[in-house]
């Protein structure tokens, strides 16, 4: 599915090639697949033209948010590894297709096939192509991440700002009579109609961010800047975890209490806006008519949507931390004021909520960066699908909270402000956990970064974090797992060599660097456990001997006698500095020939198995 | 492709029906202080 066309070797930009070519590609995605959130546009005609409830019209949405949580955590590996022209292909084919297998279910009056086409299939191509452009652009940005962030996700809020006027003008135009925005009636037809032209006019839109997307080429950098200008600070971190040991880390889920918390909180006045203006001020001297109300929700919006860009921009000056900790304890303040104050003003209701909902998207859009300062941009969009998992859990909360509190209250005999204040006190407790949470969040530890050091974008650079790890860890198994989690996810490693059978021989592609050297950062102290020459020369998925345990192969002393600077006599032979008259015939100083993979693979091994670090690698393992 | 031109057309692209929907929620948002 990944080869040719899709595939991330062909989506690598030339030279040239403006980085301002793809938020607009990113934005393509994201402002289609944002649609979701005006699902509620939908609802009306299809409880009138198919007689469901409230509650049945509503699975659609529900469910598609179930999923893209779902599928960004599940599939957020495979999404990073074949890269984003292939994600965003598949995202537009399960978007597109939801939509018209959901027509299809309309025209039948078959509502489960909507509620399984637009949710469930759909609810994929929301997952799939939520991350992808995120950690594309945080690439093609190294130097402004928040804003890049900003972008994508302010796209996700667009999305529902284009979709709901157009959709109601579509169902209008295709047969469904409204009065006073109530439905009178739905000519057949005319919601199948209006879910196919959905599908189809996506796919032609989504379709520009597949042609235009690109990945930076390895090692590219904006014009005049260097890692060494990017603002730093003891969270941002230069080196690289990969997803699955991201989720081990305590500062992952600090970060999945802060953003179901803030979530949560926001959620919880965008749920019951409309309602809550109305109880809030429509019986007081400031009365609040329905039209003033649905202009207050459309506010609200916008303040999430602006919040998005603007905040997450920011916090490429003041830092993720420090923006959080703005989010989440003047969110607090916020709702303070408003349980205090802004029941009896409604400029200062507004106000307040208007800094909210901006904290809320704003959270959204932060995210990925703070991410991208912990954990590095290796595996950024994988992590980031593991963190999503906090939205869909929020999506159950807030509602959760602020109804069913509003229904007690209500049925307590309590009206107007009253239904809300406890709410109210609940949000500013979550936010005030989140903000501890916020501040939990340390560095992440050494033994989680990857056993090699990664480039900046994402692709194996060298392997002296091998070694180093090695030298430092002293758990055998704990290097083992470490060493195995990088490799099996990185496209380009994966394939970089084959040193599962013959370990240091193959994949040590440079005879003095490579078996000769590699033998001693084995001989420091780690041969036996998890050391292998192959470790230091071996940055793909079957070489790194770490995972592999090749010491029981190759590079263990105990078998092949393999000590110190001599050769290795393994499978192939591989001997320090003097040609190799094994199977691969891989000679001293040149690179690997033959067995090692094809060219393209062995180009990767080149990119990646730096001789260079790997003499570094030996020093630092003596 | 002409780049420049290839730039304009994209964030074009994008532009335009994000405009579309601002100007519409800019409708909305007056409501509120009619």
């Not at chain 1, 301002?20 to 009306?44: D, R």
């Not at chain 1, 940005?141 to 302010?154: S, V, W």
């Not at chain 1, 021989?505 to 003095?512: F, P, V």
């Not at chain 2, 057309?9 to 202080?33: E, N």
């Amino acid at each position: 599915m990944s080869a040719g066309f899709l595939s991330r070797s062909r989506i690598v930009a030339p030279n040239g090639w403006s980085r301002w070519l793809v938020p607009p590609a990113a934005l393509s995605v994201h402002l289609a697949i944002g649609q979701v959130y005006a699902w509620s546009v939908f609802k009306a005609p299809l409880e009138k033209y198919l007689n469901l409830s409230g509650k049945e019209s509503a699975l659609p949405f529900q469910l598609g948010i179930v999923m893209l949580g779902l599928s960004a955590a599940v599939l957020g590996t495979r999404v990073e590894k074949n890269g984003p022209r292939w994600a965003m292909f598949v995202s537009l084919l399960c978007f597109c297709s939801g939509f018209m297998l959901a027509a299809l279910g309309a025209y039948t009056q078959q509502y489960w096939l909507v509620v399984l086409g637009y949710g469930g299939l759909g609810g994929i191509g929301l997952g799939v192509g939520y991350i992808s452009p995120v950690s594309t652009l945080i690439k093609w940005f190294p130097d402004r991440p928040g804003m890049a962030t900003g972008i994508a996700i302010m796209g996700f809020g667009g999305g529902a700002l284009i979709a709901s006027p157009w959709s109601a003008a579509m169902l209008g135009a295709f047969g469904v009579a409204y009065e006073k925005g109530k439905v009178l009636a739905v000519a057949d037809d005319a919601i199948a109609t209006t879910f196919l032209v959905h599908g189809l006019v996506y796919a032609v839109f989504m379709t520009l961010g597949v042609l235009l997307v690109r990945v930076p080429p390895e090692g590219w950098r904006p014009k005049g800047w260097s890692p060494a200008d990017s603002k730093t600070g003891a969270l941002i971190t230069t080196n690289q975890v990969s997803a699955r040991n991201a989720i081990r880390t305590p500062q992952f889920w600090c970060l999945w209490v802060v953003l179901c918390l803030n979530v949560t909180a926001g959620i919880g006045i965008l749920e019951k806006a409309s309602p809550m203006i109305l109880d809030f001020f429509g019986k007081t001297s400031m009365a609040v008519t329905a039209t003033a109300a649905a202009g207050f929700v459309a506010l609200l919006s916008l303040a999430n949507m602006l919040g998005r860009i603007v905040w997450s921009s920011a916090s490429d000056v003041v830092g993720r931390k420090n923006i959080y900790r703005l989010y989440l304890g003047a969110g607090a303040i916020m709702y303070l004021v408003i349980a205090l104050i802004g029941i009896e003003e409604k400029v200062v209701f507004i106000g307040c909520a208007i800094v909210i909902l901006s904290f809320y998207g704003a959270g959204f859009a932060t995210i990925p960066a703070y991410l991208r300062d912990l954990f590095g941009t290796y595996q950024v969009g994988a992590i980031h699908g593991r963190l999503l998992t906090a939205w869909s859990a929020a999506g159950v909360l807030g509602p959760l909270i602020i109804n069913q509190i509003a229904d007690s209250q209500k049925a307590a005999g309590y009206s107007g402000p009253a239904l809300y204040t406890t709410s109210l006190y609940i949000m500013i407790g979550l936010l005030v956990i989140g903000f501890l949470a916020n501040e939990l969040v340390r560095p992440v530890k050494a033994r989680f970064h990857e056993a090699r050091e990664l480039g900046d974008l994402g692709k194996p650079a060298a392997t002296t974090a091998a070694a180093t790890t090695t030298a430092k860890a002293s758990k055998p198994g704990e290097i083992a797992a470490k060493a195995s989690t990088a490799p099996s996810e990185t496209s380009g490693a994966t394939k970089t060599s084959n040193a599962g059978e013959t370990g240091a021989a193959k994949t040590s592609n440079t005879g003095e660097t490579g078996a000769a050297k590699t033998t001693n950062a084995g001989a420091t102290g780690n041969a036996g456990k998890a050391s292998n020459p192959g470790k230091t020369g071996t940055p793909g998925r079957t070489g790194n001997s770490f995972k592999k345990g090749n010491r029981a192969r190759t590079g263990n002393p105990a078998r092949t006698g393999n000590t110190g600077k001599m050769a290795i006599p393994g499978k192939t032979g591989n001997t320090g500095k003097t040609p190799i008259p094994g199977k691969t015939g891989n000679t001293g100083k040149t690179p690997i020939p033959a067995k090692t993979a094809n060219p393209a693979k062995t180009a990767d091994a080149a990119e990646t198995a730096n001789t260079a670090t790997t003499a570094k690698t030996a020093e630092a393992g003596k | 492709m002409n780049r420049p031109f290839l730039i304009a057309f994209a964030w074009l692209w994008v532009g335009a029906p994000f405009a579309y929907g601002a100007y519409q929620l800019v409708l909305k948002v007056t409501q509120l202080f009619q």
